[in-house]
């Protein structure tokens, strides 16, 4: 469960907004704008995360203290990243997701689930899944009564 903490929000340029817009057997899709308020559609949880390391290169911030390692060049398909011009909501939840350092090829950083206004940090990529995991399992328990 999300708790809230205090503090913990670094502002600046890295934020990155994240709409769950189904979740439905534990598969959540959706759509998440960087930082220079471009969006990119992602229809689950692997290809969000492959999408969200793609613009952290791009980016090169935070920096990632590994090299990625891969059988051959990690080429985009056509079509991919497309843009959304749709409030910046999701239709299940909203987060936003800030990544602040990129050690041990994971991800640490601050996760904010707008709803319910609460935040909280995450050491990796597991621990930031089942942060969002348990937030949709809750707003369903929410919503079912």
């Known amino acids: 469960m999300i708790a809230l903490v205090q503090k913990l929000w670094i502002p600046g340029n890295r934020k ?4 769950i817009d189904s979740y439905t057997d534990g598969i959540l899709q959706g ?3 960087g930082p220079d308020g471009s969006a990119q559609a992602f229809p689950s949880l692997s290809r969000f ?3 969200m390391e793609d613009m952290l290169n791009f980016l090169n911030e935070p920096q990632s203290d590994t090299l990625h390692r891969s059988f051959a060049a990690l080429l985009l398909p056509p079509g991919e990243g497309i843009l959304w011009n749709s409030v910046r909501r999701g239709s299940r939840a909203t ?6 350092f990129r050690q041990h090829t994971s991800w640490q950083g601050v996760l904010f689930w ?3 206004h609460r935040e909280q940090s995450f050491r ?3 621990e ?3 942060l969002m995991d348990s937030a949709l399992r809750e707003q369903e328990e929410l919503e079912a009564g």
């Open 16 to 19: 990155t907004t994240v709409c």
């Open 114 to 116: 707008k709803e319910q």
């Open 31 to 33: 759509r998440f704008y």
């Open 128 to 130: 930031l899944i089942l």
């Open 49 to 51: 995360l492959i999408l």
């Open 95 to 100: 987060f936003e997701l800030q990544i602040l």
């Open 124 to 126: 990796s990529v597991l």
